[in-house]
């Protein structure tokens, strides 16, 4: 479409423009750059956004089921508060700097880990469970060889939720509150109505989420290879 008018290629480039535009940016080393300042700032709210979350999430739901039901109230209280309102909480208590965007990124993503993992461990089959009794498996050997193995399908549906949620409140962040980043970069070439850099920041973004869930497919299929595809 901006190929048929040429007013419209000034707000939606074409592909080749955008592509252009990519590789001058690679060049230049400007892009490389934000991406290299937004890769680890999300890799390092994804990976405490797992280790809380998945931690948090078997305690809660396989040994300490009395206490899961006692602060879900509050969980799903916290987890409903809109994430860029709490921002300015984080920069006021925690400053501008990066660790603030980190610990909002975290904040956010970790909560479908959270739930996910709670739900998949609470919804584990049963007679698996009783199976498991039977045998006389202790309760470390009831987590590792019953619990965890039946829980994986649903803990990784959380986690690839928690890794959009990430490249959401990633942007988010470095545009309210930036100076390099991929969220940086979409921000300022929009200020300056610079729609090729815009449009080509965008599609890296979007890029990469394809990379990141690509990447948690494989880990997903691996662990969980004895799960029969239903083919109809």
């Not at 965890?148 to 939720?161: D, E, H, K, Q």
């Not at 409140?169 to 300056?192: K, N």
Request: aromatic letters at 12%.
């Amino acid at each position: 479409m901006p190929s048929l008018n040429p007013t419209w290629a000034i707000f939606i480039p074409t592909p080749t423009t955008i592509a252009e535009t990519i590789w001058s940016l690679i060049l230049s080393g400007e892009l490389i750059t934000d991406i290299w300042v937004s890769m680890w700032r999300v890799l390092i709210a994804f990976a405490l956004s797992l280790i809380v979350g998945l931690s948090l999430g078997f305690l809660l739901g396989g040994f300490f089921r009395s206490a899961e039901k006692a602060l879900s109230p509050l969980l799903d209280m916290i987890s409903q508060a809109n994430p860029f309102t709490l921002l300015p909480v984080f920069i006021a208590f925690l400053g501008i700097g990066e660790v603030s965007k980190i610990v909002f990124i975290y904040f956010v993503s970790q909560w479908p880990v959270l739930f996910n993992t709670i739900v998949g461990i609470t919804n584990v089959d049963p007679v698996l469970v009783k199976l498991g009794k039977a045998t006389g498996l202790s309760k470390f050997q009831m987590f590792s060889k019953v619990l965890l193995p039946a829980s994986l399908p649903t803990v990784f549906t959380g986690i690839r939720m928690a890794a959009v949620f990430s490249l959401f409140m990633l942007i988010g962040a470095e545009m309210l509150g930036s100076t390099a980043g991929l969220g940086y970069l979409v921000m300022q070439a929009e200020g300056v109505m610079n729609y090729p850099v815009m449009y080509s920041a965008i599609v890296v973004v979007a890029l990469f989420g394809i990379i990141f869930n690509y990447a948690i497919v494989l880990v997903e299929r691996r662990l969980t290879s004895w799960k029969e595809d239903v083919n109809f």
